[in-house]
């Protein structure tokens, strides 16, 4: 069983920045791919960013330049540098990996969401 637990979700004003983490754990053989997804009520999940085992990222085009998306594998962690937020920006965000457990199974997971609000 593997669990993740986001982190640094709050109140940020317009052009501010949040650095978001998920962490995650329990029987972990190896992580393939992390990334973060953002929902507002009555809309689909979206793609936010994502990275690879070998570190090639993928952004939505709405974020690229302003958010980063890092991973640091010795921690089982993957961040989301988030800058210059916008109010449309508000959402919950979620991180999404791809882990093989030590059993072989590969899973698909998601932490339990952090929520961002941008606002004055």
């Known amino acids: 069983q593997v669990q993740l637990v986001e982190s640094g979700g709050g109140l940020v004003q317009p052009g501010g920045s949040l650095r978001l983490s998920c962490a995650a754990s329990?029987?972990?053989?190896?992580?393939?791919?992390m990334g973060w997804y953002r929902q507002v009520p009555g809309k689909q999940r979206e793609l936010v960013a994502a990275i690879t085992s070998v570190g090639r990222t993928n952004y939505a085009d709405s974020v690229k330049v302003r958010f980063t998306i890092s991973r640091d594998n010795a921690k089982n962690t993957v961040y989301l540098q988030m800058n210059s937020l916008k109010p449309e920006e508000t959402a919950v965000y979620y991180c999404?990996?791809?882990?093989?457990?030590?059993?072989?199974?590969?899973?698909?997971?998601w932490g339990q969401g952090t929520q961002v609000t941008v606002s004055s």
């Open positions: 999404n990996e791809i882990i093989t457990e030590r059993t072989m199974g590969r899973y698909e997971y």
């Open positions: 329990g029987s972990i053989f190896g992580i393939n791919a």
